[in-house]
T-cell receptor, first 113, second 112 residues
Framework: GESVGLHLPTLSVQEGDNSIINCAYS??????FIWYKQESGKGPQFIID?????DKRQGQRVTVLLNKTVKHLSLQIAATQPGDSAVYFC????????????FGKGITLSVRP | DTAVSQTPKYLVTQMGNDKSIKCEQN?????MYWYKQDSKKFLKIMFS???????INETVPNRFSPKSPDKAHLNLHINSLELGDSAVYFC???????????FGQGTRLTVV
């Protein structure tokens, strides 16, 4: 369960609405970015990724946008469902040997029925 | 089939004890990691191993000692546990190019 005093930013959306989750990344040398979803009691799960040579990538109900100029990443979820309720993380890395994923602070998405 | 599995899922122990968390991946990846997630959900890398060799050690206290008997396993041994070690520890693995990391279900360690 979650601890008392948890200060994760929270985004509350109505079921069926679109959600936009934003992330500012820190390393201008990063060339690969991932959005992860973490449900309660589970490990982070891959949602969608994007390489730095792209500015948009679409999946099923999800779209990732990358703005390298301002080091900004966003995740758009279409027709948000109760099952989308979770903590979302953006992660960045420079691909290749000795790479490591650096995670941003999580954002809690809460879907109202 | 579980891709990255770690045991135990929960671990409650007293201060000063020594404990281990085991991790195994069946994805054929060469690179494995340990991450620590604190009470604010912040995920921070601790160690990275590539084909049994330590690649990254993010200034983790030397009470924490990872061991990789083969490239499919990366275990974490913690000596002299402290209250501040309480957290959820995640094992992960990734392909050689460092792209998508696959995570285990986590081990919630509580030190009392």
């Amino acid at each position: 369960g979650e601890s008392v005093g948890l200060h994760l930013p929270t985004l509350s959306v109505q079921e069926g609405d679109n959600s936009i989750i934003n992330c500012a990344y820190s390393n201008s040398a990063s060339d690969y970015f991932i959005w992860y979803k973490q449900e309660s009691g589970k490990g982070p799960q891959f949602i969608i990724d994007i390489r730095s040579n792209m500015d948009k990538r679409q999946g099923q109900r999800v779209t990732v946008l990358l703005n390298k100029t301002v080091k900004h990443l966003s995740l758009q979820i279409a027709a948000t469902q109760p099952g989308d309720s979770a903590v979302y993380f953006c992660a960045e890395t420079s691909t290749g040997a000795n790479s490591k994923l650096t995670f941003g602070k999580g954002i809690t998405l809460s879907v109202r029925p | 089939d579980t891709a990255v599995s770690q045991t135990p899922k929960y671990l409650v122990t007293q201060m000063g004890n020594d404990k281990s968390i085991k991790c195994e991946q069946n994805l054929g990846h060469d690179t494995m990691y340990w991450y620590k997630q604190d009470s604010k959900k912040f995920l921070k890398i601790m160690f990275s191993y590539n084909n049994k060799e330590l690649i990254i050690n993010e200034t983790v206290p030397n009470r924490f000692s990872p061991k990789s008997p083969d490239k499919a396993h990366l275990n974490l041994h913690i000596n002299s546990l402290e209250l501040g070690d309480s957290a959820v520890y995640f094992c992960a693995s990734s392909p050689p190019d460092g792209t998508e990391a696959f995570f285990g279900q986590g081990t919630r360690l509580t030190v009392v």
